[in-house]
T-cell receptor
């Protein structure tokens, strides 16, 4: 079992819709959770971090964490074509190294 | 404020050649990481350094060596390059606290022929 699992996609949504991206992790001791966006040929850039159970909202983005189910999600409201990218889920299990999932490719159709 | 700087940006090697990828950060972070990214594989950890003077293997360390030269610099060396090492390499730095994100360099695109 991989430490961090994501559906590779592509996830295709129409412009203006809600995109829902999911991630599961295996280490129950994990404390920090991140969503990165990566455009083709570019470095990953942080869009959300979450550390406690519940929802965290930042503009059009909402991160959701459920430690009991070992599940992290990212919702993107009012999706725009510029949101088309690969979204990487990352988990930091305490003092161990930051571990990434394989990423979900999102396509927003105009 | 440069953040995390990687050199070179692009490199073509012949099988069996050696090279060192350089990474430097100016944010006074304790931890530094080397990842490789292959199509559809996300970021896979090669080696990391939790603090100056320490290094640890990650998920895919074979064929690589690292040096944490000082707090700012963390280099990755390929002693005898193989086509399987064709990839994009990212260096990242993280403050020592658990609750902070990684800052990435711009990446090095390496092709081994």
């Amino acid at each position: 079992q991989k430490e961090v699992e994501q559906n590779s996609g592509p996830l295709s949504v129409p412009e203006g819709a809600i995109a829902s991206l999911n991630c599961t992790y295996s280490d129950r001791g994990s404390q920090s959770f991140f969503w990165y966006r990566q455009y083709s040929g570019k470095s990953p850039e942080l869009i959300m971090s979450i550390y406690s159970n519940g929802d965290k909202e930042d503009g059009r983005f909402t991160a959701q964490l459920n430690k009991a189910s070992q599940y992290v999600s990212l919702l993107i409201r009012d999706s725009q074509p510029s949101d088309s990218a690969t979204y990487l889920c990352a988990v930091k299990p305490g003092r161990r190294a930051l571990t990434f999932g394989s990423g979900t490719r999102l396509q927003v159709q105009p | 404020n440069a953040g995390v700087t990687q050199t070179p940006k692009f490199q073509v090697l012949k099988t069996g050649q050696s090279m060192t990828l350089q990474c430097a950060q100016d944010m006074n972070h304790n931890s530094m990481y080397w990842y490789r990214q292959d199509p559809g594989m996300g970021l896979r950890l090669i080696y990391y350094s939790a603090s100056e003077g320490t290094t640890d293997k990650g998920e895919v360390p074979n064929g690589y060596n690292v040096s944490r030269l000082n707090k700012r610099e963390f280099s990755l060396r390929l002693e005898s390059a193989a086509p399987s090492q064709t990839s994009v390499y990212f260096c990242a730095s993280i403050p020592s606290s658990v609750y902070t994100e990684a800052f990435f360099g711009q990446g090095t695109r390496l092709t081994v022929v």
